[in-house]
């Protein structure tokens, strides 16, 4: 896993997809650190948040979420840094990041995910365990943190429902994202948390599903001729038009950017797409799921 583009990283196991703990993890010292020290840097040059966020080509949300130590800051930072920073700022912001890989115990695996989510203009996810994260409402979010295993504290509990309710602001905020998912009729017929929470997840799924830019599409039951035999996947389009492709299982997770793995997992993805339920068709299935709940 650690070869071919793929980095392997430790996962707080949480389900729904697309990051385990939802990404507003409790904030580490190394990660406000570097955040105040990239302040620092960008305010000595004279430079607001926005002015800096458009020369490095990234959004001001995210940079000020890097300034608060809320991001993991992305791997090329200090080198975008450089080009309207200078050298110096190179050289102290790669040292303050590589504090941070050597930080015992920091979720970087899903703040560097969820910085991809962040700028991503194409953003897939395939789900066969759990609604994806991003489609959850409160109720089924609950559901699936109350039945973590080892068991969460109440403060942890707390926070990390108010973190996957913050990330998924990014339906609002990114409208001109175009969102693709695909998940499995299964986990919907599952009914975790019951007839009530049940009825919460479809009335979300067709509410999301009539946004311009939002794509849920069912994989229905019974289907003969599945491509998804190799469980989930995310993958997102960056603003360079670069994929990467994402997979977690149980305590790990991969970050993949080897453009043949990512290749075949658009390949893949493509051909569910084409498998699973058409837009109306899956309207209809949730509506009649709906009614019989």
């Not at 070869?3 to 996962?11: C, N």
């Not at 190179?90 to 695996?109: E, H, N, Q």
């Not at 973590?148 to 409208?175: G, K, M, T, Y």
């Amino acid at each position: 896993m650690g070869t071919g583009g793929a980095a392997a990283m430790r996962t707080d196991h949480g389900g729904g997809g697309g990051g385990a703990n939802g990404g507003e993890a409790e904030l580490s010292d190394s990660l406000r650190t570097f955040g105040v020290v990239l302040k620092a840097l960008r305010e000595e040059s004279g430079l607001t948040q926005e002015e800096f966020a458009r020369r490095v080509r990234y959004s001001a949300a995210y940079v000020a979420k890097i300034e608060q130590g809320k991001r993991f800051p992305p791997a090329d930072l200090p080198a975008r840094a450089e080009e309207v920073l200078g050298p110096v700022a190179l050289k102290v912001l790669t040292a303050a990041a590589k504090s941070l890989t050597r930080r015992a115990g920091l979720a970087s695996w899903f703040r560097q995910w969820a910085g991809v989510e962040e700028e991503a203009i194409s953003l897939y996810a395939y789900e066969c365990r759990a609604v994806p994260g991003l489609l959850q409402p409160e109720g089924y979010i609950r559901a699936i943190f109350d039945r973590q295993i080892p068991p969460l504290s109440e403060q942890q509990f707390e926070r990390q429902v108010a973190a996957r309710q913050e990330r998924q602001r990014l339906l609002d905020e990114r409208p001109n994202t175009a969102f693709s998912f695909l998940i499995e009729q299964a986990v919907l017929e599952r009914r975790l948390g019951g007839g009530q929470v049940t009825r919460e997840v479809i009335c979300n799924l067709l509410e999301q599903g009539s946004r311009r830019n939002v794509e849920i599409l069912v994989m229905p039951l019974r289907q003969e001729d599945h491509s998804g035999v190799d469980g989930q996947m995310y993958l997102a389009e960056r603003d360079n038009h670069q994929w990467v492709g994402y997979v977690e299982g149980h305590d790990s997770s991969t970050l993949l950017a080897e453009p043949k793995l990512v290749s075949s997992m658009l390949q893949r993805y493509g051909k569910m797409r084409s498998q699973a339920l058409s837009h109306m068709a899956t309207v209809d299935l949730l509506r009649k799921m709906q009614g019989a709940l």
